[in-house]
Structure formats: structure tokens, C-alpha cells
């Protein structure tokens, strides 16, 4: 069990705010903040002078306002306070979850993405990742791989901001998986090595964004945005194989607007409107979850059934297990200081107090083949210490022994190949992921490898095989063969008309021939060749080669 952490960001008045002479209303001190309604005079007794100020309380109350304030919150402090945890939840294999919520132009975006001179969260948290890694992999700590996807929710439709533009971008649908909850359908996936690949993606996705200028902000996100990195990490613990698989949302919300303070129509007006339906229900989703969790902690109160409006909107359907399930969750809440914003400002306030109550159920993500080895451990432990028991008695003769006996060998054995499968399964993922030439892109049903070297590809004549193999062609003399040639070929293959040493790829500066031996059986696009053939590449050049009956393409 743990509660969503809530932090709120106060920024400064901007240009719109001064020109209107608006004045300052929030006042921070520790971890509490403070609103005045300056509508209600001073020196008033009473209730009216309760109700001229209030006072919230929150895990992180950060003053961004003046950069020369002694307690001035900058970008990095916000990240060494949440950021890190958010770290450390994912080295630990929990999910988490990052989202900034409040009204138009208060700071969410800046929080989050921030700007070329100063980043924010979400490039922190990314680059953070891969330092954390960087140093467990110079130890040879663990195995990492490092996924990464980023949506938009425009119009309550989702859109994959990654996808290439030749693709369909509009009305992605969201599914719900018995055991991992709610997910976008055919949304693309990619694979990183580091900061830099993040970086690129990051920067190609926030160009597909949408935005537009309004009354209130002249670069307003017009959608909500969710950057997601799921992380997996392996490694072996006391002899004990372990395998995490962490989710990490990183969550910009477009913000809450008023018609009338935007000044918005047509197509803006129906964008605020979507986007305002959705705060909505998310604010309706903290209620119900805040009241469900105050009645799990006061024995006495009467339990009632409390519905959950997650499916009531997009946004809250797909942040569903990271509000009230398994996630370790931050809010953050950006106000404006402004007295003209004085009720949105409230508003964000108390909804972030009420988001306190929250309780979420974060548990470790583990694998579930790694879950059966450490269980048939454990099984294995009870089975030798019941058998140690009754050696002691004088029964290991009888049945009751022999089949604890048999069992624990069973276990024994199942707990090997488990343990042998999951080690090779983790070799061949790393020895693939440290081939820098080739890059693979999960999108939509499909995936798609990159490739700078040219390559082949295996083409099986069995119908039923659904095995794909990719070989690399190598600077050099690539050599292909049967398991039984004299010399260790580097791709062997099984065919009936291969000879024992087959053919010779040769790439040299980029060019490939294929050169048959002995008359070995060879053909390029059907036609059988015996000399040497150059095989051309390029974007738009494949060829079909047939090498003893084994069917390959080749291409760049």
C-alpha cells in the first residue's frame, strides 16, 4: 500500500498577468501553501476571515517563482525529490507514474518537458535511467532492456506520436488486458540504447504534438501526452534468477480552461471542451478513489460501494492502475499566482489535496517463469527438510519417502531447464542489443529491423515454422556450409543439395558478391548462377538467392 505523493509548483506572473495588474495571492512555507481571497478586506473577524485564506498542506509545496529566492525550486531540485523516486521505484520493479495537472498556462508542460536551457521531468527521468544502467552494466550487475512509446489524446482519440507519417495515425484503439490492465492497440514500440536514442524520439514526438495559441497561453497543449518506458532488467541474485519488468508513465496533461478567459472558438472551443470533459472525469476518478480510501481506513464508517468512473474518458481509463492499482504515483500541481485565476487555482488545490488520499497497491512486476523458479526452490527446500525428518525416523522406505523423493528430483529437474532457458533467453536478447548496426521497432501487429549492414533473412519451406533468422554479412568472407565441413562455417544450414562448404559471401566496402564452390547449387532472383554474382543493394533492391534448396533475401 502507498499514497500518491502530491507536490505543488507556484510559478511567476506572466506577461498576460502583469499587463492586467493582477496581483500575487500564494504564499509557501515548508511544505504547506497558503491562497488569499483578496475580495474579502483585511481586519475582518470571524467566519469571513477564515474563508480569506487557506492553508493545504502537501508532501512538496515548490516556490518557482524568483530564481534569486533563497527557496527558489528549480528543475533540479524538482527532480532530485521526484524524479529519483521515480528511479528508484523502477530499479526496484515497480511501476510508476508522473502526472502534472492544473489549469491553462500554469506550468505543466514546463514541469514536465521543460526547455532546450532547462529540462524538465520527463529528459531527466529518461537520462537518469541510463546513467543508473550504465553504472550496474560497468559491474556486470544485471541485463537491461529499454522500451519506449509516446501517445497523444487529441479529441478523446489517441494518436502514436512515433509512428512515421506514411502510417495511420488516428483511432488507435484502448484494450484492456486481463492482467496488465487497460493498453493502446498497435501503438508502437522502440527500442533505445541510450539518452540519445530517447532524445531523438522524444524530440520527433513533441513536433507531432498538437498545440495552438489561446487568450490564456500562446503555446497551449491542446492534448493530453504520455510518454511510457518499459523497462526490464535481469540479473542473478544468490544463484536466484530475477527478472523485473517496470512501467513508467510520464504524464503531460493539457490544462483546464475557461471560454470566456481563452477567449476560444470552433475548433478551439471543441478541443477545450474535450480536454475540460476529461479533467473532469479525472477529478471525479481522485474523488471516488480519495472516499474509498478514507472508508478502508476508518473502521467504524459504514462501507458503501463507490463506482469509479475510469472508463468515463480515455485519459483515466489508461492511467487506471496508476490511480487506486499498481503504480507508485506522483502529482503535481501547477497554479498560478495570479488573484484573476483565484477559483482555478483553488480548485487545483483542492483537488491535489484530495488526491492525497489516494491509496495505491504497487507490487513487484516479476516474471512469471522466474516466479516458478523461486517457488519450486522453495517447494525443493520443504521436500529435503521433510525428507531429512523421516531419515531420521527410519520410513525412507516407504512410499510416503519414495514419492517426496521422486517429487524432489522432478523439481529438481524442472528448476534446471527453467533456470537454463530463461539464462539463454537473456544471452541471445544482449548479444543482439549490443549489435549497434541493428535496430528493432515493434509497430503496430509488426516488427521492423533496422539495419546498417546487409543481411539476410531465412526463408523456411516448412509452413508450420514461424522462426525468423537473421544473419549478418560481416566486412570480409562470410562462409556457409553443413555442420560436417571440415572448417567451422560461420552459417550453417540443412538442405538437400547443400554441400558441406557451400558459398562465400564477400563484402568488401559495402559491396556484396555471392561466390559458389565446387559447383555448389547457387541462384540469384531464379537464375542459377556458377561464378561469382555481385548482389546489389540499396533502399529499393532486394535479392531472392536460393542456396541448396534454403530460400534467403538479402537488402539493405
Known amino acids: 500500500m502507498a499514497s500518491v505523493k502530491v507536490a505543488v509548483r507556484v510559478r511567476p506572473l506572466n506577461r498576460r498577468e502583469k499587463d492586467l495588474d493582477a496581483k500575487f495571492i500564494i504564499l509557501m512555507e515548508g511544505k504547506k501553501t497558503t491562497i488569499t481571497n483578496l475580495k474579502i478586506p483585511e481586519g475582518i473577524s470571524g467566519d469571513s476571515a477564515r474563508e480569506r485564506t ?33 528511479l528508484r521505484s523502477a530499479f526496484e520493479g515497480y511501476n510508476a507514474c508522473v502526472f502534472a495537472y492544473g489549469q491553462t498556462g500554469s506550468g505543466k508542460s514546463y514541469t514536465m518537458m521543460g526547455n532546450s536551457d532547462d529540462v524538465g521531468l520527463i529528459p531527466r527521468i529518461c537520462e537518469g535511467l541510463f546513467n543508473r544502467i550504465a553504472g550496474k552494466r560497468r559491474w556486470d550487475e544485471a541485463s ?48 533505445v540504447q541510450n539518452y540519445s536514442d530517447v532524445e531523438d524520439l522524444m524530440e520527433a514526438g513533441n513536433l507531432n504534438r498538437t498545440t495552438a495559441a489561446t487568450g490564456m497561453n500562446d503555446a497551449s497543449s491542446r492534448s493530453h501526452a504520455i510518454f511510457t518506458i518499459n523497462f526490464t532488467q535481469a540479473k542473478f541474485d544468490a544463484e536466484m534468477p530475477c527478472e523485473t519488468v517496470s512501467k513508467i508513465h510520464l504524464v503531460d496533461l493539457a490544462g483546464s480552461e475557461r471560454a470566456d478567459a481563452t477567449g476560444a472558438t470552433g475548433v478551439r472551443l471543441k478541443e477545450g471542451g474535450n480536454i475540460n470533459k476529461s479533467l473532469v472525469t479525472l477529478g471525479n ?112 522406505d516407504s512410499p510416503t519417502a519414495l514419492s517426496m523423493e521422486e517429487k524432489l528430483h522432478q523439481n529438481e529437474a524442472r528448476v534446471e531447464e527453467l533456470t537454463k532457458e530463461w539464462t539463454n533467453k537473456w544471452k541471445e536478447t544482449q548479444n543482439i542489443l549490443k549489435e549497434q548496426t541493428l535496430a528493432l521497432r515493434k509497430e503496430g501487429i509488426g516488427v521492423i529491423l533496422d539495419s546498417e549492414l546487409p543481411h539476410l533473412i531465412g526463408i523456411d519451406d516448412d509452413l508450420l515454422s514461424t522462426g525468423i533468422i537473421l544473419y549478418h554479412l560481416k566486412e570480409g568472407r562470410t562462409y556457409v556450409g553443413r555442420e560436417d565441413a571440415e572448417t567451422e562455417q560461420d552459417i550453417v544450414l540443412h538442405g538437400l543439395d547443400l554441400e558441406s562448404e557451400h558459398c562465400i559471401f564477400e563484402h568488401v566496402d559495402g559491396i556484396v558478391n555471392l561466390i559458389p564452390l565446387n559447383g555448389a547449387q547457387c541462384s540469384v532472383n531464379g537464375m542459377q548462377i556458377k561464378e561469382p554474382a555481385k548482389l546489389n543493394q540499396g533502399t529499393d533492391t532486394e535479392h531472392t538467392t536460393d542456396i541448396g534448396g534454403e530460400g534467403f533475401a538479402i537488402f539493405r
Open 144 to 191: 537491461f532492456r529499454t522500451e519506449v512509446s509516446y501517445l497523444e489524446i487529441y479529441n478523446e482519440r489517441v494518436r502514436d506520436l512515433l509512428r512515421r507519417k506514411t502510417s495511420k495515425t488516428y483511432n488507435l484503439r484502448v484494450r484492456e488486458h486481463p492482467k496488465e490492465g487497460p493498453y493502446v492497440e498497435d501503438l508502437s514500440k522502440h527500442l
Open 54 to 86: 487557506k492553508t493545504f498542506t502537501y508532501d512538496y509545496s515548490y516556490y518557482s517563482v524568483d530564481s534569486k529566492d533563497h527557496n527558489y525550486a528549480s528543475q533540479e531540485m524538482v527532480f532530485n525529490d521526484l524524479g529519483s523516486d521515480v
Open 285 to 396: 476518478v481522485i474523488s471516488a478513489l480519495a472516499d474509498m480510501s478514507q472508508d478502508a481506513t476508518s473502521p467504524h464508517a459504514k462501507k458503501k460501494h463507490l463506482f469509479v468512473p475510469y472508463r468515463d474518458s480515455v485519459l483515466t481509463w489508461l492511467l487506471k492502475d496508476s490511480l487506486g492499482g499498481n503504480s507508485k504515483t506522483i502529482m503535481i500541481a501547477t497554479i498560478s499566482p495570479a488573484d484573476i485565476n483565484y477559483g482555478e487555482t483553488l480548485s487545483t488545490l483542492r483537488y491535489a489535496n484530495r488526491a492525497k488520499n489516494i491509496i495505491n497497491k504497487p507490487t513487484i512486476n516479476e516474471d512469471a517463469n522466474v516466479k516458478l523458479i523461486r517457488e519450486l526452490r522453495a517447494e525443493i527446500a520443504r521436500l529435503k527438510a521433510l525428507l531429512a525428518q523421516g531419515n531420521q525416523i527410519a520410513l525412507l
